[in-house]
């Protein structure tokens, strides 16, 4: 078993020998790729900062020591502190790049999705913050494809208003060829259409006040052509309902060629279509609905429209909400700003191995089972079932 251990490690550790190790070399006591690899397999099993890190280690020394180079032992908490806190996340991430890559390939070849949705959108770790040294809320924007349960990319930034830099950013850390780059209105901008065309993707892009203009006229020429009956338009129309929770839900999704008479239209790289998703709750009698409009390099192909749209929402109702409720994100009081950041990277990264792997139960009881059961830990470290 140790043997086999060791091998599967071994092809963790590759990932991190090309990572720069920022500690002096009289601090060089623990070699790094170990100390890093340690940090996954602990939050893997639960761990939720640099204390619980080194408690599980300690726990699982016997078995360390029989897999990773440990000359001096496990690392202490100080340790990990120090290292992840040191570590440039630009860096570190990049490390992850080869094995992603990885995931992602065996993620497409399970779903056979051939234009897979890449979800863009911000989310605040709200007990990061420190007033006493005027540090704000750790903010960052990430990519996640929906299909594949994989989060492919994040980068921080100062706060919610700063997602449209943050957001080209995070897009250049990802291979977007052949995917539909969906982003909330705050990235609906021209630049971002254009570089995502010039990635090999399409986008499908929300509306709201924030482009005045194009969202008044969208929602004018909707409504006019509805008027209309859609006469002597290729307008198409995809209805879906489900019933569970206590409500039924009706969405029903609208797309038409983008007329060019949209205000900037040349602007809009591959502009090809406009949509609108049109939501309704009935719960205890009541009645609620929401509507949205959106910009689409996507040519007709409503279904395809649709699944880009409700794709989107699982960045929210699947990635966010499980880092929240399974790694207790929202509640984290690390302070250290990149500290911070690269905990939140390495909760991602350890969520879409989780997520990767193929047992039916839910990712909180995989989390225990990994802190459990060490051989179940590498079928999830290293996607190997058997």
């Known amino acids: 078993m140790a043997n086999g251990i060791r091998v599967g490690l071994d092809e963790i550790l590759v990932h991190f020998e090309e990572l720069e190790d920022p500690r002096s070399d009289i601090n060089q006591r623990h070699p790094l790729e170990s100390v890093v690899v340690i940090a996954i397999l602990a939050i893997l099993a639960g761990a939720g900062g640099p204390t619980a890190i080194a408690r599980w280690a300690a726990i699982k020394e016997e078995w360390l020591a029989k897999t990773l180079s440990l000359p001096n032992g496990i690392p202490g908490k100080d340790v990990f502190r120090r290292v992840l806190s ?72 100062a706060e919610k ?32 259409a254009k570089q995502i065309v010039e990635g090999g993707a399409d986008y499908v892009l929300a509306l709201k006040g924030n482009q005045g203009a194009m969202h008044e006229a969208v929602i004018q020429y909707i409504e006019e052509q509805v008027d209309n009956d859609f006469a002597g338009l290729d307008a198409r129309r995809h209805v879906t309902k489900e019933t569970g929770h206590g409500r039924e839900e009706t969405r029903q999704y609208v797309q038409m060629p983008a007329p060019k008479s949209l205000p900037g239209f040349g602007r809009w790289k591959g502009l090809m279509t406009i949509g609108v998703a049109i939501l309704t709750c009935v719960r205890d009698g009541k009645e609620t609905g929401d509507i949205r409009y959106f910009l689409s390099s996507l040519d007709m192909g409503v279904k395809r429209f649709a699944r880009a749209v409700r794709g989107h929402w699982g960045i929210e109702n699947v990635c966010h909400w499980s880092l929240d409720f399974t790694y207790r994100e929202d509640e984290s009081r690390i302070r250290d700003e990149r500290l911070r950041e690269n905990f939140a990277w390495m909760n991602r990264f350890t969520h879409s191995l989780l997520k990767q792997h193929p047992g039916k139960e839910s990712l909180v009881m995989k989390r225990r089972a990994c802190g459990w059961d060490d051989g179940f830990l590498m079928q999830v470290l290293t996607g190997k079932t058997t």
């Not at 094995?99 to 070849?109: G, H, K, N």
């Not at 897979?116 to 989310?123: I, L, Q």
């Not at 924007?141 to 980068?155: F, I, M, P, R």
């Not at 943050?166 to 901008?189: F, H, N, S, Y």
């Open 86 to 157: 040191a570590l440039k996340p630009e860096a570190f991430q990049a490390c992850f790049a080869r094995w992603l890559s990885s995931l992602r390939a065996q993620a497409a070849a399970a779903s056979g999705e051939e234009q897979p949705v890449f979800a863009v959108d911000g989310k605040t770790l709200r007990r990061s913050h420190d007033r006493a040294k005027g540090l704000g809320a750790l903010h960052s924007v990430s990519v996640w494809a929906s299909e594949y349960g994989l989060t492919l990319a994040q980068v921080a930034c």
């Open 161 to 192: 208003s700063n997602e449209i830099t943050a957001i080209p950013e995070a897009l250049k850390l990802v291979d977007l060829r052949g995917a539909i780059v969906t982003i909330d209105a705050m990235g609906t901008q021209t630049a971002i």
